[in-house]
């Protein structure tokens, strides 16, 4: 029994240790129905990100009409070819190999189409503000949100360089004491060309464009749901008019 409580205490001490050290997400308000944002985030995306993360999932086509610009605006502005040969009905893929990518990263950039389904968009909005310097990474980088991140801070010659400030916080577990960093807060170190708040509406537009790529339906989804909800309503209440016309002379 004495050892059945022992283990309860030590794992109940593990979790509110481990619950204290997890990195609070920034909350982001999205509109999907911004169109002005999913073009920018579209043009962030592009140029910032899709040199290692492909939207498989997402073709040049769809993204046009999604972002209602012209055909020739997307081959022009959006669509990176590295074969020279640009078709509007191309996915959004890369050219890296499996093999560059292990080379360059530890592993292959992941597919990002459906992450902002997978992650959420809070937490992808507070992954683009949570890296900080740390000479120890891969790429002298470190993100608090994704510890031992594999990839460099591409955007931060735009927020700029900031460094992570932990606190030591120690619980005593019997008669030993165990000891955890925490992270508290960032302070920065190197401006960035973006102040933070132009800087946040970037990453807004980012999260928004990621949004929209890992389910362009959900707009129509939402309003095609009124339709069935209030036929739902209308025919329940044919429904019932009718069942009392059946069940009126059996009463």
Not at 41 to 51: A, L, R
Not at 116 to 121: V, W, Y
Request: proline letters at 3%.
């Amino acid at each position: 029994m004495r050892k059945l409580t022992l283990t309860l205490l030590l794992y109940c001490v593990a979790v509110a240790v481990y619950a204290s050290s997890e990195v609070g997400l920034k909350s982001v308000k999205i509109n999907l129905k911004d169109v002005g944002a999913l073009q920018r985030g579209g043009k962030y995306y592009v140029n910032y990100c899709m040199g290692c993360h492909s939207l498989k999932f997402v073709s040049y086509s769809s993204l046009a009409k999604g972002l209602r610009l012209e055909e020739d605006q997307v081959l022009k502005h959006l669509m990176v070819s590295w074969s020279g040969k640009k078709k509007i009905g191309n996915y959004m893929t890369v050219s890296m190999s499996k093999e560059q990518g292990m080379a360059l990263f530890g592993k292959l950039p992941p597919d990002l189409s459906t992450v902002a389904r997978s992650r959420g968009t809070d937490w992808l909005y507070t992954y683009l503000h949570s890296f900080y310097e740390d000479p120890k990474g891969r790429f002298g980088v470190n993100n608090t949100l994704l510890p031992g991140v594999s990839m460099p801070h591409v955007l931060v010659h735009l927020q700029g360089l900031q460094v992570a400030k932990f606190k030591k916080v120690v619980s005593r577990v019997g008669n030993s004491e165990v000891t955890k960093s925490v992270f508290e807060k960032f302070e920065p170190k190197e401006k960035g060309i973006l102040s933070p708040a132009e800087y946040d509406a970037m990453t807004k537009d980012l999260v928004t464009f990621l949004a929209y790529v890992g389910e362009p339906a959900k707009l129509e989804r939402q309003a095609l749901g009124v339709w069935v909800i209030l036929f739902m309503l209308v025919f329940t209440g044919i429904a019932y008019l009718l069942k009392k016309e059946y069940w009126r002379d059996v009463h």
